[in-house]
DNA sequence: CTTCGTGCAAAAGCTTTGCAATGCG
DNA sequence: CGCATTGCAAAGCTTTTGCACGAAG
C-alpha cells in the first residue's frame, strides 16, 4: 500500500451503523454516512454533494438520505441564522447537556447537538469557539409551565 | 372612548424609534413596527403580513422592511430547526449573556436574542421554556482560538 | 425638488413530490 | 421475488431582484 493517506473505502464502520439501526444498506447511504463523518465542519446539501465524488448522487437522495439519517439519530441539523441547512454525523453515544427546572428541581439531559446553532451564531457574529459540557440551562419544565406555554420569556 | 382594547393607532412610539435611528418614517415600517411589538411571539413574514389589516403590505415591502429593522437592531431573527425564519421586535437595551473566555479570562457580552433560536428548539423538543439572565458560556475567544478557529468543538 | 421607498412582475434558490426503473435482502 | 430506494422531471414555497411610480423630507 502507498503512503497516500486513502484507505480503500469499504465503509466498515458505516456498515456497522447501518445494520444497527435494521436499515437497508445502499451505496448511496454508505458515501453520504461517510463523507459527513469526514467532514471537518457540517455540511450543506451541495456540498455534500460535491464531496461525493466516486459516484454522484441525486440531489433528491441527498436530501432523503438525509432525513433518513436525521430520523435514525445519525445526524444532526444545523440551523444558522444566515444561510443553509447544515448537517454533520451525530456520534450515537455523547455529550450532553442538562435543562434544569426552576420550580420542581427536574434535570433533563439535552444532547449536546442541541447548542449546534448557538455555537453557529456566536462563531460567526463573535469568534468566539464554545467549549461546554454539562451547561446548566435554567427554566421551567413541560409540567410546570402548563399555565404560561412556551413563551419567549427571559427571567 | 368605548371600553375596547384598541386605542387610536397614532404610533407614537414607532415613530420615536425611526426617528431615534435617523430613518424615513413610511405608514409601513410604522405598521410592521407595531405589528411586531404587539405580537406575543415571534412571526413569520407571512404571519406579520395578516396582522396587517388596515393597509395591506407587498410581501416584498415586508422582507425589504424586516431586513432594514434587523440591520438597525430593532428586530431579532429566529431561526427553528424546523420551519419558517421568525421576527420579533427587539428592545434597543435588554438583557444580556456572557461568553468567558477559558484560556485569558475575558468576558463578552451578548444580547438576549442570541439564546432565541436555542430557546424555539429547547420549547419546541421538550416542552421547557429557559429562564435565565447572564448565562456563562465557557469557551475561547476570537484573540485566543486563533490557532483553531470556529471548531464546532465541546469539551 | 431630490432621494428613498414601494408595488408589481418575474426570477432565483432550495427542497419536496410523483412515478417508473433499479437494487437490496 | 417482493418491497424499499433511487433517479429524473417537474412542482412548490419562500425570498430576492429590476424597474417605474409615488411618497418623504
Redesign the interface.
Known amino acids: 500500500m502507498p503512503l497516500h493517506q486513502t484507505p480503500p473505502p469499504d465503509y466498515e464502520v458505516e456498515r456497522a451503523l447501518l445494520r444497527q439501526i435494521g436499515q437497508r444498506i445502499t451505496a448511496q447511504r454508505l458515501q453520504i454516512l461517510h463523507a459527513l463523518r469526514a467532514a471537518e465542519?457540517?455540511l450543506t446539501a451541495d456540498e455534500l454533494a460535491a464531496a461525493l465524488h466516486p459516484l454522484p448522487i441525486d440531489p433528491t437522495t441527498i436530501y432523503r438520505v438525509l432525513h433518513f439519517l436525521y430520523e435514525h439519530g445519525l445526524v444532526a441539523?444545523l440551523?444558522?441564522?444566515q444561510g443553509r441547512q447544515r448537517y454533520?454525523y451525530r456520534d450515537p453515544d455523547d455529550?450532553h447537556h442538562h435543562?434544569v427546572?426552576?420550580r420542581c428541581g427536574s434535570d433533563?439531559q439535552?444532547p449536546?447537538e442541541?447548542?449546534?446553532?448557538?455555537?453557529?451564531?456566536?462563531?460567526?457574529?463573535?469568534?468566539?469557539?464554545?467549549?461546554?459540557?454539562h451547561?446548566m440551562?435554567?427554566?421551567?419544565?413541560?409540567t410546570c409551565?402548563t399555565q404560561?406555554?412556551?413563551?419567549?420569556?427571559?427571567?
Open positions: 465542519r457540517p441539523q440551523t444558522p441564522e454533520k455529550l435543562l427546572c426552576l433533563m439535552i449536546d442541541s447548542l449546534d446553532t448557538l455555537r453557529e451564531t456566536l462563531c460567526a457574529r463573535y469568534g468566539f469557539t464554545v467549549k461546554v459540557n451547561l440551562i435554567p427554566g421551567l419544565c413541560a409551565r404560561s406555554p412556551c413563551q419567549q420569556t427571559t427571567a
